[in-house]
């Protein structure tokens, strides 16, 4: 499944960082998560809390970061985000769940050029980690 296999390599990113760094123990792992991003977020922690059991170092949590979508138009520099474009609840669904379809559905609020580009809230990334030497 898309969010195990997401977390899969969340946690291994992080044992490498904390092995590089070497630190004995993580004690918060925070990750983002792009709003435009489709995960389930209840069996994406499910999957990370299981993951982290056995992984190097002793983890004992982490924090789940939503990160807002943004974007910026390219003819005309406007930034704009989701809450600017969203028309009918039925196109917020598509996007949401759909998000390689943003493209298609949305267009710059200023201009209506529909060639923007992508500025935050894709993908999944370790934004810190706490831990002890
Ligand atoms: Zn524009």
Redesign the pocket.
Known sequence: MHEWALAESVVKSASKHAASEKLRRLSEIGVVLGELQAIDRDIFSTALRELLKDSPPPACGFKLIEEAASFK?R??G?EFTLEHLKKTDEEGENIHFIPELAHAFLA?P??A?PDFEVKSGRGVYIKYLKGEK
């Open positions: 138009c003819p005309c406007r710059c200023a201009c050029s």
